[in-house]
């Protein structure tokens, strides 16, 4: 099945900088890879995706890569704010036989964005 | 908000008991996926239904078993309950048209003691 790798596992950053969180995955049929943004006592809340023909998406700070033949996306976040500061998902999914998809998560980012 | 709704928010329970959380998709999405969230096994699929019927199956135990309604609510029974079975339990809804975005509900903390 398909396994998805994310790091750092945290990541510390001043006001203002760029961040960066980097994904790889397994199964080259994977073909949507969405990110996710969890803030304390919530749900994951969809902040990008990006399809498998499709080589970067971007949506005003937030900006996300693909390469597939490398198998990796990468979510990157410029002029970062106190607000940005919560744990970010990658994640990859492919349809399954039978017709169904699920998404296989990475193990998270804690995203700190520091005065 | 993402239009998910799960109830309960919270569920405290004791060891070998059994509990149903429920599920109600945004309006419109006829798919609904239950995931489990924990410090040592992250988010995983637990399982997938698609307008009443099961659609997809991923690391759910035979001791949890699910089920959506006509009006597309679902229901997830957690039976025979262990200390490791406490865990956010988070619900998430789509179209479902292949590579659907999946929306999230606001979870429900199971504790078992």
């Known amino acids: 099945g398909e396994n998805v790798e994310q790091h750092p596992s945290t990541l510390s950053v001043q006001e203002g900088d760029s961040a960066v969180i980097k994904c790889t995955y397994s199964?080259?049929?994977?073909?949507?890879f969405p990110w996710y943004k969890q803030e304390l006592g919530k749900g994951p809340q969809l902040i990008i995706d990006?399809?498998?023909?499709?080589g970067e998406k971007k949506d005003q700070r937030i900006a996300v890569t693909l390469n597939k033949t490398a198998k990796h996306f990468s979510l990157h976040i410029t002029e970062t704010q106190p607000e940005d500061s919560a744990v970010y998902f990658c994640a990859a999914s492919n349809v399954l036989t039978g017709g169904g998809n699920k998404l296989t998560f990475g193990t998270g980012t804690q995203l700190k964005v520091e005065l | 908000d993402s239009g998910v709704t799960q109830t309960p928010k919270h569920l405290i329970t004791a060891t070998g008991q059994r509990v149903t959380l429920r599920c109600s998709p945004r309006?419109?999405?006829?798919?609904v996926y239950w995931y489990q969230q924990s410090l040592d096994q992250g988010l995983q699929f637990l399982i997938q239904y698609y307008n009443g019927e099961e659609r997809a199956k991923g690391n759910i135990l035979e001791r949890f078993s699910a089920q959506q309604f006509p009006d597309l609510h679902s229901e997830l029974n957690l039976s025979s309950l262990e200390l490791g079975d406490s865990a956010l339990y988070f619900c998430?809804?789509?179209?479902?048209?292949?590579?659907?975005?999946?929306?999230f509900g606001p979870g429900t903390r199971l504790t078992v003691l």
């Open positions: 199964d080259s049929a994977s073909n949507y």
């Open positions: 309006s419109g999405d006829l798919s």
């Open positions: 998430a809804s789509s179209a479902d048209r292949a590579q659907d975005t999946q929306y």
């Open positions: 990006i399809r498998s023909n499709v």
